[in-house]
T-cell receptor, first 114, second 113 residues
């Protein structure tokens, strides 16, 4: 049981390039989400999904696309990278149940846009 | 979803001392969770307290919830150097907020050996 797995761990992009951050979970969780964490800003929600085929925007969705074709995977696409997207990205998943909506986080992807 | 605000922003203590962090929120909640983040790692769930609970314990952690004041506190007793981390609270109103908790800037706890 690996939990939430993110790849890559580190990535350097040039301005204007596109890339996809991968996220997979093996806990059969309905909910998956992407956050970014900037110094002094806490975590901000980018996009989230409540199930396969259903996605919605969070606080800071501009410049990012997501899709949810399977329960397990929730990739985050940067369409045209900008230096403002330099950040640490966290994928997370959760399930509704008697334990409430505890969120399980991946280990993060460090992205630098130059 | 609503965001909790942690206080203080930073806390520095000696090993063996107790550490208390506070969280305030604005609207009614279904539950409130606390998470820990070690440097360079993802957040890890510590404890969840429901709106009908006033206090909850887990090992050296004690969480209280005062819904009338819209506040919660996290107490870590007999702190260890390994407790050095950032701590975040996440209030949740349930329902459509599931899966998309909002996090504040957290409290940075430093425990000196």
């Amino acid at each position: 049981n690996a939990g939430v797995t993110q790849t890559p761990k580190f990535q350097v992009l040039k301005t204007g390039q596109s890339m996809t951050l991968q996220c997979a979970q093996d806990m059969n969780h309905e909910y998956m989400s992407w956050y970014r964490q900037d110094p002094g800003m806490g975590l901000r929600l980018i996009h989230y999904s409540v199930g396969a085929g259903i996605t919605d925007q969070g606080e800071v969705p501009n410049g990012y696309n997501v899709s949810r074709s399977t329960t397990e995977d929730f990739p985050l696409r940067l369409l045209s990278a900008a230096p403002s997207q330099t950040s640490v990205y966290f994928c997370a998943s959760s399930a509704f149940g008697i334990s409430g909506n505890t969120i399980y986080f991946g280990e993060g992807s460090w992205l630098t846009v130059v | 979803s609503q965001q909790g605000e942690e206080d203080p922003q930073a806390l520095s203590i000696q090993e063996g001392e107790n550490a208390t962090m506070n969280c305030s929120y604005k609207t009614s909640i279904n539950n409130l969770q606390w998470y820990r983040q070690n440097s360079g790692r993802g957040l890890v769930h510590l404890i969840l307290i429901r709106s009908n609970e006033r206090e909850k314990h887990s090992g050296r952690l004690r969480v209280t919830l005062d819904t009338s004041k819209k506040s919660s506190s996290l107490l870590i007793t007999a702190s260890r150097a390994a407790d050095t981390a950032s701590y975040f609270c996440a209030p949740s109103s349930g329902g459509t907020s599931y899966g998309k908790l909002t996090f504040g800037q957290g409290t940075i706890l430093t425990v000196h050996p």
